[in-house]
């Protein structure tokens, strides 16, 4: 320690202060006033004691001791207060009497800094004096720095070490560790208790140990700097040890050894691993995100390289999560997600490690810990298997996949299905990097999807063009909406029993080009990217907007039933939609009819009802279309508030022709019956299948018999036409309704 502060304010420009301790008062005399001729302020002391008693309460920044004196000597005085606190290190000259040996060993033992022999030579001694008050100020300058860097480095955990390669001595010698040093591995300091550099190697696990050694055999061999963290078991604590050394070169310029630090950067790599896991992993499931399945991607690509095996890119994607999240709400549609990632990862043998660098995954086997699931967003999941044997190996993982999502979900007290469309991606076979393999993936599961979903695909190269052509589809329909290449057909619907057309259903057409296309090639892409709600709307107003135009053309009194998606019940305000659309056209609301499948009715009554009463209230009439189709449970609709029921056309091809054909239909119509509700059966193509359902009661049809879907224009006259065939046939003449009016179930009844 420094010397009770005093030397630390002493400047440099002030006299230094001297305590001046002799007996003899003429030497006093001599000497103090020559010192103070040279600079020095003095204080005298006429014995031993008496310099121990003011040095208690004034601390000078030099000592003079003569070394004999009665009472305490020179010798003991110094002795004595260099035990004293703040006085370790103060300089203190002692003066002898003779030039003998014995006296200086003995002033050096009682702990003087120097000595000189007594003379005259005051020059001599004042300069002996400054040059030892410099020497002291070094000293102490020194041992500041020394304790501030010692302090630092202890706040820093830090210590520094030399290793030297001693001739002949193996590598594992010649390990000095710092104070410090020896703090940061044990937590103690016992200089006599250091540890081994065996001792050291042994407390890195296996893994890291030989991994360390490696590296640090390389580093030496091109005598390189050394860098690396390494984890350690010591004893008591586990640390990660941040090793940074320099090459130290000899006189003849070879390496003679490494100097460098040691510091323990766990908390700093904890911190850092959290902010890690934060950035890589999907707050909702924790499990790991996007970026993190890249690159997790990209190391077992590399490994794969390396040892060539191959590696399945699995893509997950949920089949009806829209309508969950839609209709249930999003915090339900969080619940189903984290549910559906605890699945997946039931599926694999999922790693939740954050892998950082491709070191980690160096070694044989350390590339399986890349296995794991992974969410790339929304209601897509990806699995990575970072060692298949075969496609086969990736199918089973699929299929287990499906198998477990295929389980009920219990979402808020709700069961939920959340059945998954799943692409595999192998690599090498279907791409050599990340980007491709989930490309490839992803382009498999939308052919999952195509195919009907709940079902795994592999990525084959004929698929991809498939997907090619459909990209172009979709741009293509994007621009279809805004240059109007969109058209309506009508189909009109007739009563048998009069022959009047009763209504038409309007069908969308793509005009591309010179094509028309059909709507099940653009409709289901239309679904899926969204485009079908603006494209309902338009159909809508179009649908009104003829409706009207035939009102006034040939006093047209039927309906238009529209085909309305489920999303648009869901996603808009439909009731205004319709409002609009018959208030735009004069058109009385009953003329409005709307088509909503089966499959999508039943998807969530709940949530849709209350649109479909308030329609049903102004008049407009809900038709359930393809009816047979969608597995509703026929009580579940007695409460809805719909008009109709459309037989589909599967059932009714059948008729006539198969018995069970007929069975559905029969039991259809009979079910309208009970319930109160019209029927119609739709895609009639014969005279068979017509008298058929006229026989079980169906009065309602639609289908090529009496006309494929035409152009809005045609539709006037193809109804005179019709009317003057009927008014031909008839044998006797009857009082025609107008034309298109419809037998109705009143709405709200
Ligand atoms: P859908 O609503 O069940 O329409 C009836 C389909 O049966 C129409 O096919 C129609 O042309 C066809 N069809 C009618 N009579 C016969 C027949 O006698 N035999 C046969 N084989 N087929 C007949 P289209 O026009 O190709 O429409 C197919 C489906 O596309 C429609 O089925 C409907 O689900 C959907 N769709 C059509 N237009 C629209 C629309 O504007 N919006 C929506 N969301 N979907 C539409
Ligand atoms: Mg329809
Ligand atoms: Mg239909």
Redesign the pocket.
């Known amino acids: 320690m420094t010397a009770g502060g005093a030397p630390f304010g002493v400047n440099p420009a002030e006299r230094p202060r001297v305590l001046l301790v002799d007996d003899d008062e003429v030497n006093l005399m001599l000497v103090s006033a020559a010192l103070t001729q040279h600079g020095f302020d003095i204080t005298e002391a006429r014995d031993g004691e008496a310099a121990l008693r003011m040095l208690r309460d004034w601390t000078p920044d030099l000592i003079v001791l003569d070394a004999r004196m009665p009472g305490l000597d020179g010798f003991e005085t110094c002795r004595e207060l260099r035990r004293m606190y703040g006085y370790e290190n103060v300089p203190v000259l002692m003066l002898t009497g003779l030039d003998d040996e014995t006296s200086i060993n003995r002033a050096y033992q009682a702990g003087a800094t120097d000595f000189f022999v007594k003379s005259n030579q005051w020059t001599l001694l004042a300069g002996r004096l400054r040059y030892m008050l410099r020497a002291s100020r070094t000293n102490i300058e020194l041992a500041r720095s020394r304790s501030k860097l010692a302090r630092a480095q202890d706040l820093a955990k830090m210590g520094s070490f030399d290793w030297w390669h001693e001739p002949g001595r193996s590598l594992y010698r010649g390990l000095a560790l710092s104070e410090q040093a020896l703090h940061v591995l044990l937590g103690k300091v016992d200089i006599d208790d250091r540890p081994s550099l065996t001792f050291l190697l042994r407390s890195i696990p296996t893994v890291d140990r030989h991994n360390f050694i490696r590296t640090v055999r390389n580093v030496v061999q091109h005598e390189d700097r050394l860098l690396m963290d390494v984890p350690m078991n010591l004893p008591g604590k586990f640390i990660i040890l941040h090793v940074q050394a320099e090459p130290e070169f000899g006189d003849q310029g070879h390496c003679i050894g490494y100097s460098g630090i040691v510091q323990d950067v766990t908390e700093r790599r904890r911190a850092r691993d959290e902010i890690q896991r934060l950035a890589e992993t999907d707050s909702l499931t924790e499990l790991p995100n996007r970026a993190q399945l890249r690159k997790r991607t990209e190391q077992a690509l590399f490994q794969a390289q390396r040892m060539g095996h191959q590696v399945a890119l699995l893509m997950i994607d949920l089949d009806r999560f829209k309508n969950i999240n839609d209709t249930l709400g999003h915090s339900a549609g969080d619940e189903l997600l984290r549910e559906v990632a605890r699945r997946l990862k039931s599926c694999v043998r999922h790693s939740a490690k954050i892998i950082e660098s491709e070191k980690e995954s160096i070694g044989p086997r350390a590339h399986r810990a890349l296995e794991g699931v992974g969410r790339l967003g929304g209601d897509e999941f990806v699995a990575l298997l970072p060692e298949v044997s075969d496609e086969a190996e990736a199918e089973s993982v699929g299929r287990r996949i499906l198998d477990a999502l295929r389980e009920p979900v219990d979402v808020s007290g709700q069961e939920c299905f959340a059945t998954a469309s799943v692409g595999i991606a192998l690599y090498p076979r279907d791409g050599m990097d990340a980007q491709d393999l989930m490309r490839n993936a992803d382009e498999a599961m939308y052919r999952a999807k195509e195919e009907g979903r709940n079902r795994l695909v592999v990525y084959s190269p004929q698929g991809a063009s498939r997907g090619r052509e459909q990209l172009e589809l979709e741009t293509a329909l994007h621009k279809a909406l805004e240059r109007d290449e969109l058209v309506?057909?009508y189909?009109p619907q007739v009563e048998a029993s009069s022959g009047r057309m009763v209504g038409v259903?309007?069908?969308?057409r793509w005009r591309r080009g010179e094509q028309l296309v059909?709507?099940?090639e653009f409709?289901p892409l239309a679904e899926v990217t969204g485009l079908?709600v603006p494209?309902?709307e338009w159909?809508l107003r179009e649908a009104a907007r003829q409706a009207a135009v035939w009102r006034e053309e040939f006093g047209f009194d039927g309906t238009v039933a529209?085909?309305?998606?489920y999303r648009m019940f869901v996603q808009k305000d439909m009731v205004e939609l319709v409002e609009h659309a018959v208030r735009d056209h004069r058109l009385p609301h009953r003329m409005i009819q709307l088509?909503i499948?089966e499959e999508s009715l039943v998807k969530d009554l709940q949530s849709i009802q209350p649109t479909l009463r308030r329609l049903n209230e102004l008049g407009v009439q809900i038709s359930v279309?393809?009816f047979g189709t969608g597995y509703s449970s026929l009580s579940r609709l007695t409460d809805l508030p719909i008009s109709e029921v459309k037989i589909d056309?599967s059932f009714v091809k059948n008729m006539a022709v198969t018995h069970k054909g007929t069975a559905v239909a029969r039991t259809i119509i009979a079910l309208a019956q009970v319930l109160e509700l019209r029927v119609i059966a739709?895609?009639?193509?014969t005279e068979d299948q017509k008298a058929a359902l006229v026989a079980e009661g169906c009065d309602l049809m639609?289908?090529?018999?009496y006309s494929?879907?035409v152009p809005g224009a045609e539709i006037g006259p193809w109804n005179a036409r019709h009317e003057a065939r009927l008014a031909a046939e008839a044998t006797a003449p009857r009082v025609a309704p107008p034309a298109g009016a419809r037998p109705r179930r009143e709405p709200g009844a």
């Open positions: 309506l057909y189909q259903e309007a069908l969308m059909p709507p099940n409709i079908i494209m309902s159909v529209v085909n309305m998606p088509e499948t279309d393809d056309r739709e895609g009639v193509e639609q289908g090529f018999l494929r879907p």
